[in-house]
């Protein structure tokens, strides 16, 4: 109780102002979130056959190269290897963006006992080999994949995607279509074959629509022509001839095109140069409807509106030739193994700018190319024509989708530079490393800018820079607010105070590109920086 009529009056004028105080308290800004929740649709995935080639001679030291052979490899892919709770690749990998990604299943998957194959060819048949998947045994086959595929959806993956290869028959195709309606699988990576009837593509339309088929018509091995060739002008084009017309044939009838395997340390320039044959016999023409897939150059696909096929894992120092680690698909000084956060974030920048068709929009390049080399020795490479020479392949230094081409200013060195602008209206950029004998892989900051066509867009931002200039027609509201998010983040951060805003530009530091875009990155892992940026008001 209180004494007085005073000290209650007291009392009551201090809770009044206590409250007038707190109601006068400005309200914090809820956290921002630029990513949406929803997985992505683009038909990106992970694939077993990296991690199936080092699984062959696991925790040895290899003697005999020959070990490492595809027929090899094909034994490794099994059920230990998916579901193992300690080490399945099914288990274990891409945990924070598996829901935007199918589980490939690559070669060694199908039934290898000839005398138990019920239809179709070695590789071109949809029979799950039982001793290798004893919890499928004893099942129909579209039993036993709806059953593979609900186990995976179960782990959190998009769902199972399937390999096959070679020419089938008309009444296999819609036999195997058929089973995969059934299974509710809805990816197919066709490597190789059926690119003159299209029997899978005709079955597909007429009976299970949903289903993407992902077709490649290969190339000329894993490097492209001239590549003992150290000198300019442009090499040859990788697609030319006959090759070029079934290659556009091909993207015409495809859901989605591959472009093909390459060999390590120089896959970024290899995969560069395929894209760009493409894009720029494609843009424009909408009949191309094939969306590319660059392999597993993530931050390039990012920036260039492409799919991935994702190989690396994070294994390394399991197995060794000459007491140093030997893979004969992840190789070199960039270290793919501690860059997995890069593939996730290339998924989720995905849910905000989906990959867009070859045909679709323009497509530009620099005339200057760059040139990678790098002496290949026994070991690096499957491909062992190359071991004990040095090896060339060149690029554009600069390539454009739907925008003008990036400005890059340097002293030295530039890195290979992408941008696209994107049908929503988002925007990415990507700078990738290079490679030379002194060197190995290194990753140049160049000064980047990019002309826009406003800022009501999100941008995504891969790689690493000196700076990264926005150029925009017009001035920034002078209320605008900048915050940037590291793809891997549950929330942006305002940045606005550490850019700098001129006139028409916005002046962003690598280093701030650096920090907020690693800023979740999962421990130990060194990919490179992936943001979203958004200007707000």
């Given at each position: 109780?209180?004494?007085?009529?005073?000290?209650?009056?007291?009392v009551f004028s201090a809770a009044v102002c206590l409250t007038f105080l707190l109601g006068c308290t400005p309200t914090p800004e809820p956290p921002r979130n630029l990513i949406p929740s929803a997985h992505g649709t683009s038909p990106n995935y992970w694939c077993t056959w990296y991690a199936q080639n080092y699984w062959?001679?696991?925790?040895?030291?290899?003697?005999?190269?020959?070990?490492?052979?595809?027929?090899?490899?094909?034994?490794?892919?099994?059920?230990?290897?998916?579901?193992?709770?300690?080490?399945?690749?099914?288990?274990?990998?891409?945990?924070?963006?598996?829901?935007?990604?199918?589980?490939?299943?690559?070669?060694?998957?199908?039934?290898?006992?000839?005398?138990?194959?019920?239809?179709?060819?070695?590789?071109?048949?949809?029979?799950?080999?039982?001793?290798?998947?004893?919890?499928?045994?004893?099942?129909?086959?579209?039993?036993?994949?709806?059953?593979?595929?609900?186990?995976?959806?179960?782990?959190?993956?998009?769902?199972?995607?399937?390999?096959?290869?070679?020419?089938?028959?008309?009444?296999?195709?819609?036999?195997?279509?058929?089973?995969?309606?059934?299974?509710?699988?809805?990816?197919?990576?066709?490597?190789?074959?059926?690119?003159?009837?299209?029997?899978?593509?005709?079955?597909?339309?007429?009976?299970?629509?949903?289903?993407?088929?992902?077709?490649?018509?290969?190339?000329?091995?894993?490097?492209?022509?001239?590549?003992?060739?150290?000198?300019?002008?442009?090499?040859?084009?990788?697609?030319?001839?006959?090759?070029?017309?079934?290659?556009?044939?091909?993207?015409?009838?495809?859901?989605?095109?591959?472009?093909?395997?390459?060999?390590?340390?120089?896959?970024?320039?290899?995969?560069?140069?395929?894209?760009?044959?493409?894009?720029?016999?494609?843009?424009?023409?909408?009949?191309?409807?094939?969306?590319?897939?660059?392999?597993?150059?993530?931050?390039?696909?990012?920036?260039?509106?492409?799919?991935?096929?994702?190989?690396?894992?994070?294994?390394?120092?399991?197995?060794?030739?000459?007491?140093?680690?030997?893979?004969?698909?992840?190789?070199?000084?960039?270290?793919?193994?501690?860059?997995?956060?890069?593939?996730?974030?290339?998924?989720?920048?995905?849910?905000?700018?989906?990959?867009?068709?070859?045909?679709?929009?323009?497509?530009?390049?620099?005339?200057?190319?760059?040139?990678?080399?790098?002496?290949?020795?026994?070991?690096?490479?499957?491909?062992?024509?190359?071991?004990?020479?040095?090896?060339?392949?060149?690029?554009?230094?600069?390539?454009?989708?739907?925008?003008?081409?990036?400005?890059?200013?340097?002293?030295?060195?530039?890195?290979?530079?992408?941008?696209?602008?994107?049908?929503?209206?988002?925007?990415?950029?990507?700078?990738?490393?290079?490679?030379?004998?002194?060197?190995?892989?290194?990753?140049?900051?160049?000064?980047?800018?990019?002309?826009?066509?406003?800022?009501?867009?999100?941008?995504?931002?891969?790689?690493?820079?000196?700076?990264?200039?926005?150029?925009?027609?017009?001035?920034?509201?002078?209320?605008?607010?900048?915050?940037?998010?590291?793809?891997?983040?549950?929330?942006?951060?305002?940045?606005?105070?550490?850019?700098?805003?001129?006139?028409?530009?916005?002046?962003?530091?690598?280093?701030?590109?650096?920090?907020?875009?690693?800023?979740?990155?999962?421990?130990?892992?060194?990919?490179?920086?992936?943001l979203v940026l958004s200007i707000q008001r």
């Open positions: 109780m209180f004494s007085s009529d005073r000290e209650l009056g007291s062959i001679g696991r925790g040895e030291d290899i003697t005999d190269l020959s070990r490492l052979s595809n027929e090899n490899a094909r034994e490794e892919l099994n059920e230990h290897t998916v579901f193992d709770p300690q080490e399945g690749w099914a288990v274990t990998l891409l945990p924070r963006s598996r829901g935007d990604y199918y589980f490939l299943i690559d070669h060694g998957w199908q039934i290898k006992d000839d005398s138990k194959r019920e239809y179709g060819l070695p590789f071109f048949s949809l029979q799950i080999d039982p001793e290798d998947f004893p919890r499928y045994a004893g099942m129909s086959q579209p039993d036993a994949l709806r059953k593979f595929n609900e186990d995976i959806r179960a782990l959190g993956w998009r769902g199972l995607g399937i390999w096959v290869r070679g020419d089938v028959s008309e009444a296999d195709a819609e036999r195997f279509v058929g089973w995969s309606k059934q299974a509710a699988i809805k990816y197919w990576k066709i490597d190789g074959g059926d690119t003159t009837s299209f029997y899978c593509e005709r079955a597909k339309q007429k009976l299970y629509p949903e289903l993407t088929l992902e077709y490649v018509t290969g190339s000329k091995g894993p490097l492209n022509p001239d590549w003992e060739k150290p000198g300019l002008p442009s090499y040859p084009s990788v697609y030319a001839g006959e090759f070029r017309e079934r290659m556009l044939r091909v993207i015409a009838h495809s859901d989605t095109f591959r472009t093909y395997d390459a060999t390590p340390l120089l896959v970024t320039s290899t995969t560069l140069q395929r894209t760009h044959d493409i894009l720029r016999q494609t843009q424009g023409q909408p009949q191309y409807r094939a969306l590319l897939n660059l392999q597993d150059d993530v931050n390039a696909a990012a920036a260039l509106g492409c799919l991935a096929a994702v190989k690396r894992h994070p294994n390394y120092g399991e197995r060794t030739y000459k007491g140093q680690d030997i893979h004969y698909q992840i190789r070199g000084k960039r270290m793919i193994q501690k860059r997995m956060d890069e593939a996730e974030r290339f998924a989720i920048w995905q849910r905000i700018a989906p990959a867009f068709p070859a045909g679709e929009g323009s497509y530009l390049a620099s005339e200057t190319e760059l040139i990678d080399s790098y002496p290949y020795a026994p070991g690096d490479t499957w491909m062992e024509a190359s071991w004990g020479k040095t090896v060339y392949q060149s690029a554009p230094a600069v390539m454009a989708r739907n925008m003008p081409l990036p400005q890059v200013e340097i002293e030295g060195d530039p890195p290979f530079v992408m941008a696209s602008r994107f049908p929503g209206g988002a925007v990415a950029v990507a700078t990738e490393g290079r490679v030379k004998p002194a060197d190995g892989w290194y990753h140049p900051r160049a000064r980047v800018t990019l002309d826009l066509t406003g800022f009501d867009g999100p941008v995504g931002v891969f790689g690493h820079y000196q700076t990264l200039a926005l150029r925009f027609p017009e001035p920034l509201p002078a209320d605008a607010r900048i915050w940037a998010q590291d793809l891997l983040a549950a929330q942006a951060t305002d940045v606005t105070s550490r850019v700098h805003i001129d006139g028409l530009s916005l002046d962003i530091p690598g280093e701030l590109i650096d920090e907020i875009g690693t800023s979740a990155a999962s421990p130990g892992d060194i990919s490179a920086p992936g």
